[in-house]
């Protein structure tokens, strides 16, 4: 009997250990970041040991190509003094920026606000702040005000690179980040300062370039409008401007490409954040495979399909009444995030030889050419001259207009400028030619054909 009763002790012994170990886990506070707490704002110092540690998530277990939904999401509102002007009163910007953090779309995810200033530059006396607000969109809303943006970190400064910095390190599998920001880079202090802003952004290129390097990291820009009342802060020179008027911000969101494109289509934050202006995506372009066949809609002339390609016509000739030769492409973009627009807009295509894109447009039923997918699309091109040989079409990867539009090199006109921010192409410059640089092509689709006599 002794023995047995030697091992039943050892067994209580051991489940008594266990125990023990569980309650000391929560003793110490273990994911107590999740946990809300009268006094939740943490001020957390670049370099700090505890920083980045909580942003581990699930990512590390969760494989990129299995996630399927936004497991955290992690807010950085920049609280400089160039932001006071947005949250002085109710307006666009305080609804857009509560809106976000109760998307449907993070209901089941955890969530961090962090607000975010200073300057990791050394001739300044600054750091880089990040101070947590709490885990619960209520706590954002109520300290969405002058006097939170200035009690916490050191609202001088902005330092936009490190702001990309930090943002992007929380943009891992199955977690995003969002950065809401004026986009201007702080080089106020500068003899000449577009100069300097060159070389921030070579910083800021770096930056995505290192991030781009190990995963399939996705950048969208949202351009939104606010009234702005308080004092407009000089990127290019010193001084400020007092101005009572609206003016635009950005909300910048980074995360693995699938996620995105599930859940950030265009026409879902059309709907979701107040002020929409304009969005652009950035993003590795990869090797897509976009369905595509050629049909006989609309067409001209006459042709036969090759029996084993039907991307090969044969006895192809052109019309009789002197018309020319055209044939539709069936295309599915189904699997891409560009909103409808996109698609449809002419100069987004490059046709080669003498072809030339006739129309483009949604089919209103099925095509009975096409069998093995649902075309969204039919884009029409013709030619007058011969029809005959390789004939390629190719949707471009382009940055939108409103980019360019956007960016402005003088703030003397600032008063009644509700459009431009100083500098920003050079942002955008910097974050397209990093993407560019880790891209394997720069088309988003080649449709490819042979045609015959």
């Known amino acids: 009997m002794k023995p047995i009763i030697k091992i039943l002790s050892v067994y209580f012994l051991i489940m008594l250990i266990f125990s023990a170990c569980g309650n000391r886990d929560e003793r110490l506070g273990?994911?107590?970041v999740n946990q809300p707490t009268d006094e939740p704002t943490i001020k957390i110092e670049e370099n700090s040991p505890g920083y980045g540690k909580s942003y581990s998530g699930n990512s590390q277990t969760t494989s990129t190509n299995q996630q399927q939904t936004i497991s955290k999401v992690t807010f950085f509102i920049e609280n400089s003094g160039s932001m006071l002007?947005?949250?002085?009163?109710?307006?666009?910007?305080?609804?857009?920026?509560?809106?976000?953090?109760?998307?449907?779309?993070?209901?089941?995810?955890?969530k961090e606000f962090y607000f975010i200033n200073g300057t990791s530059n050394t001739t300044k006396k600054s750091n880089i702040s990040l101070n947590l607000i709490g885990t619960d969109p209520e706590l954002l809303?109520?300290?969405?005000?002058?006097?939170?943006?200035?009690?916490?970190?050191?609202?001088?400064?902005?330092d936009l690179t490190r702001m990309f910095e930090k943002a992007l390190s929380c943009a891992k599998g199955g977690e995003i980040s969002i950065?809401?920001?004026?986009?201007i880079y702080d080089v106020g202090e500068e003899?000449?300062?577009?100069?300097?802003?060159?070389?921030?952004?070579?910083?800021t290129k770096k930056v995505f370039r290192d991030r781009l390097t190990t995963e399939n990291i996705q950048t969208i820009i949202i351009k939104a409008e606010s009234q702005f009342e308080g004092n407009y802060c000089y990127a290019s020179k010193k001084g400020t401007q007092n101005l009572n008027q609206k003016r635009p911000y950005y909300i910048i969101i980074f995360g693995d490409s699938k996620l995105l494109n599930k859940y950030f289509t265009e026409e879902n934050i059309l709907k979701k954040i107040t002020g929409y202006v304009?969005?652009?995506?950035?993003?590795?372009?990869?090797?897509?495979?976009?369905?595509?066949?050629?049909?006989?809609?609309?067409?001209?002339?006459?042709?036969?399909?090759?029996?084993?390609?039907?991307?090969?016509?044969?006895?192809a000739e052109k019309d009789r009444k002197g018309q020319g030769f055209q044939f539709s492409i069936a295309v599915d973009y189904s699997s891409l995030p560009f909103p409808d627009a996109y698609y449809k807009a002419k100069e987004n295509y490059t046709p080669t030889g003498t072809y030339k894109i006739i129309d483009i447009y949604t089919p209103s039923k099925k095509i009975p050419d096409v069998t093995t997918f649902n075309p969204d699309?039919?884009?029409?091109?013709?030619?007058?001259?011969?029809?005959?040989?390789?004939?390629?079409?190719?949707?471009?990867?382009?940055?939108?207009?409103?980019?360019?539009?956007t960016s402005s090199d003088n703030e003397s006109g600032i008063i009644g400028d509700t459009k431009h921010t100083f500098g920003f192409k050079y942002l955008t410059d910097a974050i397209t030619e990093a993407y560019q640089y880790k891209n394997k092509q720069q088309n988003i689709a080649t449709f490819k054909f042979e045609i015959l006599k």
């Open 278 to 315: 304009s969005m652009a995506r950035f993003m590795k372009i990869g090797n897509l495979k976009i369905p595509y066949q050629a049909t006989n809609q609309n067409s001209k002339g006459t042709f036969r399909f090759d029996k084993t390609n039907k991307n090969k016509l044969i006895n």
């Open 191 to 203: 003899s000449d300062p577009l100069t300097a802003l060159k070389i921030e952004t070579e910083k």
């Open 30 to 32: 273990r994911n107590k």
């Open 85 to 110: 002007g947005y949250v002085k009163k109710a307006n666009d910007y305080k609804n857009a920026i509560v809106s976000l953090s109760y998307f449907p779309e993070f209901d089941n995810s955890k």
């Open 179 to 183: 950065l809401v920001s004026d986009c």
């Open 377 to 405: 699309k039919l884009i029409t091109i013709g030619t007058s001259s011969s029809p005959y040989g390789n004939i390629e079409l190719t949707l471009k990867y382009t940055i939108p207009n409103w980019i360019t539009e």
């Open 141 to 158: 809303k109520n300290n969405l005000n002058q006097s939170s943006f200035n009690k916490y970190g050191d609202p001088r400064y902005s």
